[in-house]
């Protein structure tokens, strides 16, 4: 990739990213802001032949309401990889690494500001967590949010594109390069002994 093309892509590729957040961000939020003005603890509401579960959650931990009572960390690990999203976007080219790295912002931006606003004081918010599947207040599975599912939508993909051999860069890492090279090498390799047979026989 020549430093034309890249300079092309990159402005794309972090406005890509930049709007994935502020999405995630603002649906993240306007969906709590829903939940805490008409849903009420401990009564949950069934929705999708109770497929989910809306069931209000304040949560001082992480999933599970693991680590309650050391809710000042989470954000700060969460300042943390956000500081290193923003390092990442100084050398994006890739349009679905963008969407990923988007999804993660703003997951974490959401749920930080929770931690940053909300009761009962900064950096000691509780999470407003409100979808609950199969069964009400996290009978089966942790109740989340919108935040929690982007996050962990953005990771999977990530992991996806690392599997796939796709780099932040535009590039993409290809068994089938090494292959040909492989190849290629075999070739020219097979072609240096016949020469060097065919020299021996006229000699």
């Given at each position: 990739m020549?430093?034309?093309?890249?300079?092309?892509?990159t402005?794309?590729?972090?406005?890509?990213?930049?709007?994935?957040?502020?999405?995630?961000?603002?649906?993240?939020?306007?969906?709590k802001?829903?939940?805490?003005?008409?849903?009420?603890?401990?009564?949950p509401?069934r929705?999708?032949?109770?497929?989910?579960?809306l069931?209000?959650l304040r949560?001082?931990?992480?999933?599970?309401?693991?680590?309650t009572?050391?809710?000042?960390v989470?954000?700060?690990?969460?300042?943390?990889v956000?500081?290193?999203?923003?390092?990442?976007?100084?050398?994006?080219?890739?349009?679905?690494?963008?969407?990923s790295?988007g999804?993660?912002?703003?997951?974490?931006?959401?749920?930080?500001?929770?931690?940053?606003?909300?009761?009962?004081?900064?950096?000691?918010?509780?999470?407003?967590?409100?979808?609950?599947?199969f069964?009400?207040?996290?009978?089966k599975?942790?109740?989340?949010?919108?935040?929690?599912?982007?996050?962990?939508?953005?990771?999977?993909?990530a992991?996806?594109?690392?599997l796939t051999?796709r780099?932040?860069?535009?590039?993409?890492?290809s068994?089938?390069?090494?292959?040909?090279?492989?190849?290629?090498?075999?070739?020219a390799e097979?072609g240096?002994?016949?020469?060097?047979?065919?020299t021996?026989?006229?000699?």
């Amino acid at each position: 990739m020549n430093a034309d093309k890249a300079a092309r892509f990159t402005p794309r590729a972090v406005v890509v990213l930049g709007a994935t957040a502020l999405i995630a961000l603002a649906l993240d939020q306007w969906v709590k802001h829903l939940s805490t003005e008409n849903l009420e603890e401990h009564h949950p509401v069934r929705i999708l032949g109770g497929l989910i579960y809306l069931s209000l959650l304040r949560n001082g931990g992480a999933a599970f309401s693991f680590g309650t009572g050391f809710t000042w960390v989470f954000p700060l690990i969460t300042l943390v990889v956000v500081g290193w999203i923003v390092w990442m976007a100084t050398k994006l080219r890739s349009v679905p690494w963008a969407l990923s790295l988007g999804l993660v912002l703003g997951g974490a931006l959401g749920n930080l500001g929770d931690r940053l606003f909300r009761a009962p004081g900064p950096f000691q918010g509780h999470v407003v967590d409100m979808i609950s599947v199969f069964a009400p207040e996290g009978g089966k599975f942790a109740v989340f949010n919108i935040a929690d599912a982007c996050l962990t939508v953005g990771v999977c993909l990530a992991v996806l594109l690392e599997l796939t051999g796709r780099q932040r860069d535009g590039s993409r890492l290809s068994g089938k390069a090494g292959k040909n090279t492989t190849t290629e090498a075999g070739t020219a390799e097979a072609g240096k002994t016949d020469a060097t047979t065919g020299t021996e026989e006229r000699a």
